[in-house]
């Protein structure tokens, strides 16, 4: 079944950098649009960013700071965080880019201290 396993998330200072990983289970990766999603708390889940036919597209608030990166072979997607700041604190998901989102996995959680 379909399936997403994040990892990489930790406490990291502004400034700092971290590299996170999801594993997809379940669906045809090489052709599937993928996002990181974030979730900060007492807030919505939002999205972060998408990789789709060999392009990339992010929000405003992380455009040159983080860098969405897929490995076909693994099943795998990245997010490279750059320049991490407090405002990044959150839950990070990944999942196909598009609904339906049939399963949200654990997330992996990024606190940035100021």
């Known amino acids: 079944q379909v399936r997403f396993v994040e990892s990489g998330g930790g406490l990291v200072q502004a400034g700092g950098s971290l590299r996170l990983s999801c594993a997809a289970f379940?669906?045809?990766?090489?052709?599937?649009?993928m996002g990181w999603y974030r979730q900060a708390p007492g807030k919505q889940r939002e999205l972060v960013g998408i990789?789709?036919?060999?392009?990339?597209n992010y929000v405003d608030s992380v455009k040159g700071r983080f860098t969405i990166s897929r490995d076909n072979a693994k099943n795998t997607v990245y997010l490279q965080m750059n320049n991490l700041k407090p405002e990044d604190t959150a839950v990070y998901y990944c999942n196909v880019a598009k609904p339906p989102y049939v399963y949200w996995g654990q997330g992996t959680r990024v606190t940035v201290s100021s």
């Open positions: 990789t789709s036919g060999g392009s990339t």
């Open positions: 379940g669906i045809i990766f090489s052709i599937t649009p």
